[in-house]
């Protein structure tokens, strides 16, 4: 017989027990397989009515009223920072003087300006149509002006220039006149070619007794060169007025209601009518009223007076069209000259 000195069956229970016995320390710290008592009445767990639940955290109003602002905040720098709202293509009508490239680059000016240093002007949002519209009114003669935005990336600018320079024409020189009727630049002579003149041959005889023929300028009629005057000193009225001499700046030529009526003739012949207005002439310096001639592109040409209104006036020539049998090609001159008559041939 021998005695055993370890009984591992005791050892093996005693490991069990404290096995067990830790199971359940740490069940009942993390509240693990909780018994409940159930009798056969139990049908399962029911709400507690009178019980404040918790509440999902994206149905608190503060979360949900910040989400909100933060999409609104999001679409707002994503409308003003977006290339595909930026301004780029910039359209414009109507210029005739007002050289184009300029007016562009004021645009491209206005546009890069940021308010603030940090909101640009050239989002379809922020871009302001009346700021534009102040500015270029300011920088250009402008009698009218329409700026528009059209969704998303175009800019729309239609102009009426104000007219606020004359080309004088003095059959010596070509000049520049401002609405007050004096001279603010001298741009070149009159060309030769610019005068039709007609001659006659006569003969007479010499003390030896030659004949000798003599070229004699009978008359001498100015025309001015339109399209190179334009060409080179832009779509403005133009007005001959026959003076001698040299010109000087602030020579006096029109005082500023004949300016302004020339203007208006211009304005009103080539916006409103299809007359193609060619210049004027003016035939007479008479102290109390000049008389001059709108020349025409088809011969014929119209008398009238500074003195009158030219609304007035040409709303004479447009009733004498709409209810006369004018033909045109045929017509010789209108005479406005009288204030309760028109004549023409």
Known sequence: MYRRIINHHKIIKKVDRNLKKT??????????GKSRSRDFAWEGRT??????????FFRRPLVQMSLICLACLFTLILGIYSSFFKLDTITISGLQRIDESELRSAVAGILTFKKLNVIPQSSYFTAGVDDIRNILKERFPIEKIVVQKK???VLSIIIEEKI????????EYYSYIDLSGKVVEVIRKVGEHEWNIKT???????EF????????????????????????????PLVYFKKDGD??????ILDAHEAKVLV???????????IPLKYFSIESDSSDSKEFLIKTYEAWYIKSQLAFSPQTQLEKIQALFREGDIDRAKLQYIDLRYIDRIFWK
């Not at 709400?47 to 999902?56: L, Q, R």
């Not at 606020?164 to 059959?171: K, L, Q, V």
């Not at 010109?247 to 006096?252: E, G, M, P, T």
């Open 23 to 32: 199971h359940t320390w740490w069940n009942r710290i993390f509240n693990i």
């Open 47 to 56: 709400t507690n009515p009178y019980k404040i639940g918790m509440v999902s």
């Open 151 to 153: 969704f998303p990336d």
């Open 164 to 171: 606020s320079t004359i080309i004088y024409d003095s059959g």
């Open 200 to 206: 006659s041959i006569t003969t007479s005889t010499n």
């Open 209 to 236: 007794g030659e004949i000798e023929t003599h070229e004699e300028i009978i008359e001498k009629t100015h025309v001015p060169d339109i399209k190179s005057v334009i060409a080179q000193m832009g779509n403005y």
């Open 247 to 252: 010109l000087q700046i602030n020579d006096q």
């Open 264 to 274: 208006d003739w211009f304005n009103l012949l080539t916006r409103t009518t299809d």
